[in-house]
Nanobody
Framework: VQLQAFGGGLVQAGGSLRLSCAAS?????????VGWFRQAPGKEREFVAV????????SYTDSVKGRFTISRDNAKKMVYLQMNSLKPEDTAVYYC?????????????????WGQGTLVTVSS
């Protein structure tokens, strides 16, 4: 499975960005959960959001609830992270990752494949 995250950039506080994650490789990649994680400078990578293959189950870390929305389009093998009301503390490199057991969980080590990150910078 190959993943590529894109859509990052520089935005002012209160603004919005939509990140995209393109998946390729295994034909059944659309049967897996896909999560978004982020890593700020000097900090550990942290869970942001996850969606199961059907889209029927999602989970978010508390700090982004009500501001971020994860969604997917299996026909296009794409997963999105709509980020609204961005704050300077959202600044980080954002990564997408696949979890083969299709569980909407936050544990980083349970994710099997990772893409390269995309940088999101929120200015105050």
């Amino acid at each position: 499975v190959q993943l590529q995250a894109f859509g990052g950039g520089l935005v002012q506080a209160g603004g919005s960005l939509r990140l995209s994650c393109a998946a390729s490789g295994r034909a059944t990649v659309t049967r897996y959960a896909v999560g978004w994680f982020r890593q700020a400078p000097g900090k550990e990578r942290e869970f942001v959001a996850v969606i199961t293959w059907s889209g029927g189950s999602t989970s978010y870390t508390d700090s982004v609830k009500g501001r971020f929305t994860i969604s997917r389009d299996n026909a296009k093998k794409m997963v999105y992270l709509q980020m609204n009301s961005l704050k300077p503390e959202d600044t980080a490199v954002y990564y997408c990752a696949v979890r083969l057991d299709n569980i909407a969980g936050p544990t980083t080590t349970r994710y099997n494949y990772w893409g390269q990150g995309t940088l999101v910078t929120v200015s105050s």
